[in-house]
C-alpha cells in the first residue's frame, strides 16, 4: 500500500497521559501536514512540515502539542499532558510541491481517534 | 484569513438523481486553489475534484462537476446520476497556492436513498 498511513488507529488514555502518534507519508512526498478533526465538523489545521523543516503552527497547537519529522520522512504528534478536550481525530496529510497540476492536493491517512478519559 | 462555509449540514437525493451542494468562500486572493474531498463513514478522506482559480473551465470528474463562480466566491458541486457509494461528508476546501494549509467547511452529509 503506497498511501499516507497512520499509528495507531485508536488510542484510548486518561487525563494527563502522554500521547505520541506516527504518520507515514507517501514515500516521495516533501510536505506532510497534521489537522484535528472533531465530530461533525471539518478538520482544522495544525502544522506542516517540508522535508524536515516545520514551517507552520497554528494557533490551535498549543504548547502541549509538539510535532516532527526528523528525517524528512515520517512524522509524529506528541501530546503532552493530555485534555478531555483533546478527544478527536489527528489526520495526516502528504503532497508533492512543487508538482504541476497536483501543486497542493494532499492525501490523507485514515486518522488516529483519540479519547482522553 | 480565508474562510469556506458549507451552509447545507445535510442534503439527501434519489439515487440515479442528481444533487448539488453549495460552497461559498471568502479571500483577498486571486489566485488559488478548491477541492471537494468525500469522507465516507470511518473511512478516509479522498479528494472528489480540484479547481485552480486562474482556469474559468469549470473542472468535471466523471459524475462530478463543479460551478466555480470567482466574482461570486462560490464553488457548489455537482453529482449526477447519484448511487449508493456517493453517500458521505463533502467537504469544500480552500488552499492557497504556496502549497501550505487547506481551509476546510463544515461539511456536508449526503445521504443517498435507494
Known amino acids: 500500500d503506497t498511501g499516507v498511513s497512520q499509528n495507531p488507529r485508536h488510542k484510548i488514555t486518561k487525563r494527563g497521559q502522554n500521547v505520541t502518534f506516527r504518520c507515514d507519508p507517501i514515500?516521495?512526498?516533501?510536505?506532510l501536514y497534521w489537522y484535528r478533526q472533531t465530530l461533525g465538523q471539518g478538520p482544522e489545521f495544525l502544522t506542516y512540515?517540508?522535508?524536515?523543516?516545520?514551517?507552520?503552527k497554528s494557533r490551535l497547537l498549543s504548547d502541549r502539542f509538539s510535532a516532527e519529522r526528523p528525517k524528512g520522512s515520517f512524522s509524529t504528534l506528541e501530546i503532552q499532558r493530555t485534555e478531555q478536550g483533546d478527544s478527536a481525530m489527528y489526520l495526516c496529510?502528504?503532497?508533492?510541491?512543487?508538482?504541476?497540476?497536483?501543486?497542493?492536493?494532499?492525501?490523507f491517512g485514515p486518522g488516529t481517534r483519540l479519547t482522553v478519559l | 484569513a480565508q474562510t469556506v462555509t458549507q451552509s447545507q449540514p445535510e442534503m439527501s437525493v434519489q439515487e440515479a438523481e442528481t444533487v448539488t451542494l453549495s460552497c461559498t468562500y471568502d479571500?483577498?486572493?486571486?489566485?488559488?486553489?478548491l477541492f471537494w474531498y468525500k469522507q465516507p463513514p470511518s473511512r478516509q478522506m479522498i479528494l472528489v475534484i480540484r479547481?485552480?482559480?486562474?482556469?474559468?473551465q469549470n473542472a468535471t470528474e466523471n459524475r462530478f462537476s463543479v460551478n466555480f463562480q470567482k466574482a461570486a466566491k462560490s464553488f457548489s458541486l455537482k453529482i449526477s446520476d447519484s448511487q449508493l457509494g456517493d453517500a458521505a461528508m463533502y467537504f469544500c476546501?480552500?488552499?492557497?497556492?504556496?502549497?501550505?494549509?487547506?481551509?476546510f467547511g463544515e461539511g456536508t452529509q449526503l445521504t443517498v436513498n435507494p
Open positions: 496529510a502528504s503532497s508533492l510541491v512543487p508538482g504541476g497540476i497536483l501543486v497542493n492536493e494532499q492525501f
Open positions: 514515500s516521495e512526498h516533501n510536505r
Open positions: 512540515f517540508q522535508n524536515e523543516a516545520q514551517l507552520e
Open positions: 479571500t483577498s486572493e486571486s489566485d488559488y486553489y
Open positions: 479547481q485552480e482559480a486562474y482556469k474559468q
Open positions: 476546501a480552500y488552499g492557497e497556492t504556496s502549497g501550505s494549509r487547506l481551509t
